[in-house]
T-cell receptor, first 113, second 112 residues
Framework: DVKVTQSSRYLVKRTGEKVFLECVQDMDHENMFWYRQDPGLGLRLIYFSYDVKMKEKGDIPEGYSVSREKKERFSLILESASTNQTSMYLC????????????FGQGTRLTVV | DQQVKQNSPSLSVQEGRISILNCDYTNSMFDYFLWYKKYPAEGPTFLISISSIKDKNEDGRFTVFLNKSAKHLSLHIVPSQPGDSAVYFCAASDYRDDKIIFGKGTRLHILP
């Protein structure tokens, strides 16, 4: 059974703080993703990583960075949190073969005050 | 510009009837399409998928239809059950990279 685990379910941070969201998967997947979900906007891709130390920007990378030092772990970093980054953050992983689904973690509800 | 569009934000269906959720896409390079279901405060879970070489895929109560010429797909749920009440996301990917692009979602309400 694939397991994608996000380190926190709920987080409250102050404006200007540096925030780390951690994600770990246990199925040796090459690909890992960070999305955010907002009402009326669906799931938007922030960053994608297809291998250790490799990353690609998604549709909304501004204000975020990522780190993938080990295959199983993908971190999302908010360099200086702002209130418009209050959102549900979802991590996912998948194999790097064609025609395969992504598996999601349980999500982190981040509130920036 | 949105590559995957779900134009109905919500849909209400009587229990036992058919639910039909629609999705359109603009990128002709997409060759794999997925449907996910999401409950509040949980991550999305994979439901069913279809590759572009097929026009239909069934799994139990769930069937996905793909019309490539119209760049349209739909998810049929028959019969609809109360536990089907959730947000459904349509998603697509293209063989040139492994990114998965999602639509905005459709909230399905199953009425008793």
């Amino acid at each position: 059974d694939v397991k994608v685990t996000q380190s926190s379910r709920y987080l409250v941070k102050r404006t200007g703080e540096k925030v780390f969201l951690e994600c770990v998967q246990d199925m040796d997947h090459e690909n890992m993703f960070w999305y955010r979900q907002d009402p009326g906007l669906g799931l938007r891709l922030i960053y994608f990583s297809y291998d250790v130390k490799m990353k690609e920007k998604g549709d909304i990378p501004e204000g975020y960075s990522v780190s993938r030092e080990k295959k199983e772990r993908f971190s999302l970093i908010l360099e200086s949190a702002s209130t418009n980054q209050t959102s549900m953050y979802l991590c996912a992983s998948s194999l790097s073969t064609a025609y395969t689904e992504a598996f999601f973690g349980q999500g982190t509800r981040l509130t920036v005050v | 510009d949105q590559q995957v569009k779900q134009n109905s934000p919500s849909l209400s269906v009587q229990e036992g009837r058919i639910s039909i959720l629609n999705c359109d896409y603009t990128n002709s390079m997409f060759d794999y399409f997925l449907w996910y279901k999401k409950y509040p405060a949980e991550g999305p879970t994979f439901l069913i998928s279809i590759s572009s070489i097929k026009d239909k895929n069934e799994d139990g109560r769930f069937t996905v239809f793909l019309n490539k010429s119209a760049k349209h797909l739909s998810l049929h749920i028959v019969p609809s059950q109360p536990g089907d009440s959730a947000v459904y996301f349509c998603a697509a990917s293209d063989y040139r990279d492994d990114k998965i692009i999602f639509g905005k979602g459709t909230r399905l309400h199953i009425l008793p």
